[in-house]
T-cell receptor
């Protein structure tokens, strides 16, 4: 069964460094998402991406964040200058469509990348 | 803005028994979707069940069913005949019908343990 994969599973970085989190969505999916979960808190929406453009972004997704689909398979989240408060689990998800009913808009999640900023 | 609240951080159930996980939400919209996601330890979040707000009938998927009370803005998940494999974190989530981008709004999660 197709799965969303994410690499690395754990990333440790120094404050101020740039990190790139990578995701491989399910191959025929068209919508891509990033969510994050700070330890002990809710899973929070960061951004959705469709047709090589950001569809929606949250207030968390400021100028330090960017997303890209550099080729036909990868979807990346870049944090330009990491802060301590960026430490969280980052989840990538993908769906066939953004809406439209069961199976069409179901979001499939990856296992997450745990980002630790020291 | 919409919010989702899960007031039970942890729940426990005996194997083969029934457990109900609670979720409330706040919205001014009339059309939306509600979801329960399951996240087993160190594994992907997977969709358990969904409910369209325009449907009065409660959704069911095998041993999983919901009690959707639109007026009360309540969306609880019932797991019948609990199995050891049901042990996981369960997240309630909301998605607006008017949001074509698919943004999900999650609750805090309820960690369910199943005792043999």
């Amino acid at each position: 069964e197709p799965e969303v994969t994410q690499t690395p599973s754990h990333q440790v970085t120094q404050m101020g460094q740039e990190v790139i989190l990578r995701c491989v969505p399910i191959s025929n999916h068209l919508y891509f998402y990033w969510y994050r979960q700070i330890l002990g808190q809710k899973v929070e929406f960061l951004v959705s991406f469709y047709n090589n453009e950001i569809s929606e972004k949250s207030e968390i997704f400021d100028d330090q964040f960017s997303v890209e689909r550099p080729d036909g398979s990868n979807f990346t989240l870049k944090i330009r200058s990491t802060k301590l408060e960026d430490s969280a689990m980052y989840f990538c998800a993908s769906s066939l469509q953004g809406s439209g009913g069961p199976l069409l808009d179901e979001q499939f999640f990856g296992p997450g990348t745990r980002l630790t900023v020291l | 803005a919409q919010t989702v609240t899960q007031s039970q951080p942890e729940m426990s159930v005996q194997e083969a028994e029934t457990v109900t996980l609670s979720c409330t939400y706040d919205t001014s919209e009339s059309d939306y979707y509600l979801f329960w996601y399951k996240q087993p330890p160190s594994r992907q979040m997977i969709l358990v069940i969904r409910q369209e707000a325009y449907k009065q009938q409660n959704a069911t998927e095998n041993r999983f069913s919901v009690n959707f009370q639109k007026a009360a803005k309540s969306f609880s998940l019932k797991i019948s005949d609990s199995q050891l494999g049901d042990a996981a974190m369960y997240f309630c989530a909301y998605r607006s019908e008017y949001n074509q981008g698919g943004k999900l709004i999650f609750g805090q999660g309820t960690e369910l343990s199943v005792k043999p």
